[in-house]
């Protein structure tokens, strides 16, 4: 763990948040009791007698008590089904050598507190900007959904003047890493006393023909963004993906902090996902979570 022991932040993991499937088997058991006792519930509210075991039970005086009581029992009902449906959809991927497939890049796994951590840095043979510089996910075939993951970026000791921490994802990713959109960070510009380099906190780009020189030539402030971001904290991403969409959230952002409207490889592709960096970036991620779409 040499790597991480002269982190200045804390890198303590979240306990893994999937369902398991025992726990699959617990909701369905607490799901039927829900059930059992909405039945018991229906009851006839002039009689009092339960319309489905025939057990005697106090009259209800008002007639909609009878509804009001089985509409707050579906409700927990439907609210536990959709929770159990949409974890087990979510797919939290295991950070593990066996699970990645460097490409330009070198990488560092450890594990800690039973949660790996990934450290990435760029090929220094590698010299232009852009390029396809990232850890590939192995099977994974994204198109539409979300992908959330947490990075923390440093500089390396060789890093350039003009060096921002380059640090994101990489997502729709063909079978040759010939073609893939991308949206990372530059967490240095994030407080920078300069206000354009803050408006370029933030970065899509799409490899071969859009890099992010040509975009914003062509389209000025576009395809860039501000957020406040810095190095050595962990940074919480989450990028959401619909056709020719894509928006970013960071950390606990209600609303998106980059936009993008015209996703160049097409509404159509669909490819693996990967973690990017960039020139004298020391990259980490963890927590990463796949959660595909129609």
Known sequence: ?????????SIFT????????????????????FWIKAKQLYVDHRTGNDTNFGIKAQPLKDPFKCVLYKMKNIKIILF???????????????LDGSNLVPNNV?????????????????????????????????????????IEVEVLSRLL?????????????????????????SIYLRPTNGRAEDQVRRNHSIQYFSYPDYKYDRLRKENPEKYESY?????????????????????????????????????????????????????????YFRNLKITPSN
């Open 106 to 146: 070198y990488m560092e796994i450890d594990d800690l507190h039973g949660e790996s951590i990934v450290r990435v840095v760029k090929d220094s043979t590698v010299k232009e900007a852009d390029e396809p510089t990232f850890v590939r996910i192995k099977n994974t075939n994204f198109k539409n959904g979300i």
């Open 157 to 181: 000791p060789t890093a350039s003047p003009t060096g921002r921490g380059f640090i994101g994802l990489a997502f729709r990713i063909n079978d040759m890493n010939s073609k893939f959109e």
């Open 1 to 9: 763990m040499t790597f991480l022991q002269d982190m200045n932040v």
């Open 227 to 283: 957020a406040d971001m810095g190095l050595n904290e962990w940074i919480r991403m989450k990028i959401e993906i619909k056709g020719n969409q894509a928006k970013l959230f960071l950390n606990k952002d209600k609303y998106p902090s980059l936009i993008v409207n015209d996703l160049k490889q097409g509404a159509d592709r669909s490819g693996a996902v990967g973690l990017f960096v960039d020139a004298g970036t020391d990259g």
């Open 80 to 94: 536990l089904f959709l929770f159990a449906a949409n974890s087990a959809y979510s797919q939290k991927i295991n």
């Open 14 to 33: 979240e306990k893994n948040n999937m369902i398991k499937p025992a726990t699959f088997v617990l909701l369905f058991f607490v799901m039927n009791l």
